[in-house]
Each structure stands twice: as structure tokens, then as C-alpha cells.
């Protein structure tokens, strides 16, 4: 079955940057379409970027565009989100997702998730 291991999470000042990674194992990885998610403490899982399978199409929820980056390398079989500009508000766990059929952009119906890589800004 597919797996997905995410790491680069950290603690990070207000206006700072990170980048997470996400190495996808099992099944061919440019096969599918990827995202990223986050879940804060208390709140619903909520979508953040997504990437189709061949890295041409890219979606943002509004929080997050401009700030941040999803990219994939499909040689390496692992899929990126740079985080810049990063507040306070963006402090959650963040999971990477794999789907066969459809861009990831909500989280119901999602095939596969991560463990997900906590990322924590300070002010």
C-alpha cells in the first residue's frame, strides 16, 4: 500500500520560513494527485494546497496563497510545500495526502495520509 512520510516541521519565528517534505513509497508516485493539509489543536482538518500528478495544476486555499508553495518531484518520489511568511495561525500538524483519481482539496474521500510534521510559529 502507499505510504507517506512527512518531515521539516519545526518552531519557527513569526515571518520565517520552512519546507516540508513529503516521501511517497509503495505505488507510483506520479500516478497522483498530492496535498497538504493541517490540523490545529481542537479544530477540523483543513485543506491547504494541492498539486495534480503531473505538477501542472496547483490550488491554494486563501490563508495560505501567496505564502506558500507546493511543488513535486516526481523522480524522487516526494512532494514539497514551502512555507514563507509563516504567523502565528499557521501553527498546526501537517499531513501530506495521496489520491488516485481526484486532486485532494477536501479531506473526505482522500485515499492515503501521512503522520504528519508539527509546525510551530511563535510571535
Known amino acids: 500500500q502507499v505510504q507517506l512520510v512527512e518531515s521539516g516541521g519545526g518552531l519557527v519565528q513569526a515571518g520565517g520560513s520552512l519546507r516540508l517534505s513529503c516521501v511517497f513509497s509503495?505505488?507510483?508516485?506520479?500516478?497522483?494527485?498530492m496535498g497538504w493539509f493541517r490540523q490545529a489543536p481542537g479544530k477540523e482538518r483543513e485543506f491547504v494546497a494541492a498539486?495534480?500528478?503531473?505538477?501542472?495544476?496547483?490550488y491554494y486555499s486563501d490563508s495560505v496563497k501567496g505564502r506558500f508553495t507546493i511543488s513535486r518531484d516526481n523522480a524522487k518520489n516526494t512532494l514539497y510545500l514551502q512555507l514563507n511568511s509563516l504567523k502565528p495561525e499557521d501553527t498546526a500538524v501537517y499531513y501530506c495526502?495521496?489520491?488516485?483519481?481526484?486532486?485532494?482539496?477536501?479531506?473526505?474521500?482522500?485515499?492515503?495520509w501521512g503522520k504528519g510534521t508539527p509546525v510551530t510559529v511563535s510571535s
Open positions: 495526502a495521496a489520491d488516485r483519481m481526484v486532486v485532494p482539496r477536501e479531506t473526505d474521500g482522500v485515499d492515503y
Open positions: 509503495g505505488r507510483t508516485f506520479s500516478a497522483y494527485d
Open positions: 498539486i495534480s500528478w503531473s505538477g501542472g495544476t496547483t
